[in-house]
T-cell receptor, first 113, second 114 residues
Framework: GEDVEQSLFLSVREGDSSVINCTYTDSSSTYLYWYKQEPGAGLQLLTYIFSNMDMKQDQRLTVLLNKKDKHLSLRIADTQTGDSAIYFCPPVPRRGSQGNLIFGKGTKLSVKP | NAGVTQTPKFQVLKTGQSMTLQCAQDMNHEYMSWYRQDPGMGLRLIHYSVGAGITDQGEVPNGYNVSRSTTEDFPLRLLSAAPSQTSVYFC?????????????FGDGTRLSIL
C-alpha cells in the first residue's frame, strides 16, 4: 500500500547543510507539501514543489524531486538552531479515500551550536 | 484570521471519563480531520469530514466520536477515556476533499489519561 519513509533523526552542526530524504511507494499529488513542526506546536506548511518540477529553491530551502525513483529531498542551507524541529515529507493520498493523506513519521532535526 | 483553533491545550483525565476536544476553523474549509501523534508512530488519522453533516472513520477511530453540524466546528469526543488514548491530538482543515491543497493544523491538545 501507500507509504512514506523518512529517517527518524538527523543531527547537524550550526552552519552546515541538512538533507532530509523521503521515499514513497506511490503518489498522484499535483503539489507536494513539506511541513515543519516546532516543539509544542502543530504542523506548519514549510514549502512545496509542483509534481512536474525537478527542483525548487526557496531561500535556504531546496527541494529535489526524482519521480522515477520516487525520491524527494529537502536541503536546508546554513542550518540554524532555530531550524530544530520535526520535518514531515509530503504526505501521499490514501487510495480509495476521499482525499485522506498518509504522513511519514517525521525527521527530528537537531542543530548543535 | 485565527486559522485552526483547538481547545483545551492540555488536559488530564481519569480512566473512564469522557470529554470533548474542540476544533474550530475560520477559513470556510470543507475538509476537516483529527489526527493523533504518538512517539515513533507519526500522525494517524482518527476521523474526518468532507463537509457539514458528513463524517467518516480514519485509521484509528475506535473510542472516538465526531460530528460536523457546521462548517466551522469539528469536535472530537472520547467516550470512555483509556490510558492508550494518551497522545497529542491535532485538528486540521483544508479547502477541498482533494489532496492538492495544503492542510492547516491547530496547535494540538496534549491529553493524558491516568
Amino acid at each position: 500500500g501507500e507509504d512514506v519513509e523518512q529517517s527518524l533523526f538527523l543531527s547537524v552542526r550550526e552552519g552546515d547543510s541538512s538533507v532530509i530524504n523521503c521515499t514513497y511507494t506511490d503518489s498522484s499529488s499535483t503539489y507536494l507539501y513539506w511541513y515543519k513542526q516546532e516543539p509544542g506546536a502543530g504542523l506548519q506548511l514549510l514549502t512545496y514543489i509542483f509534481s512536474n518540477m525537478d527542483m525548487k529553491q526557496d531561500q535556504r530551502l531546496t527541494v529535489l524531486l526524482n519521480k522515477k525513483d520516487k525520491h524527494l529531498s529537502l536541503r536546508i542551507a546554513d542550518t540554524q538552531t532555530g531550524d530544530s524541529a520535526i520535518y514531515f515529507c509530503p504526505p501521499v493520498p490514501r487510495r480509495g479515500s476521499q482525499g485522506n493523506l498518509i504522513f511519514g513519521k517525521g525527521t527530528k532535526l537537531s542543530v548543535k551550536p | 484570521n485565527a486559522g485552526v483553533t483547538q481547545t483545551p491545550k492540555f488536559q488530564v483525565l481519569k480512566t473512564g471519563q469522557s470529554m470533548t476536544l474542540q476544533c474550530a476553523q475560520d477559513m470556510n474549509h470543507e475538509y476537516m480531520s483529527w489526527y493523533r501523534q504518538d512517539p515513533g508512530m507519526g500522525l494517524r488519522l482518527i476521523h474526518y469530514s468532507v463537509g457539514a453533516g458528513i463524517t467518516d472513520q480514519g485509521e484509528v477511530p475506535n473510542g472516538y466520536n465526531v460530528s460536523r453540524s457546521t462548517t466551522e466546528d469539528f469536535p472530537l469526543r472520547l467516550l470512555s477515556a483509556a490510558p492508550s488514548q494518551t497522545s497529542v491530538y491535532f485538528c486540521a482543515s483544508r479547502r477541498t476533499g482533494g489532496d492538492n491543497q495544503p492542510q492547516h493544523f491547530g496547535d494540538g491538545t496534549r491529553l493524558s489519561i491516568l
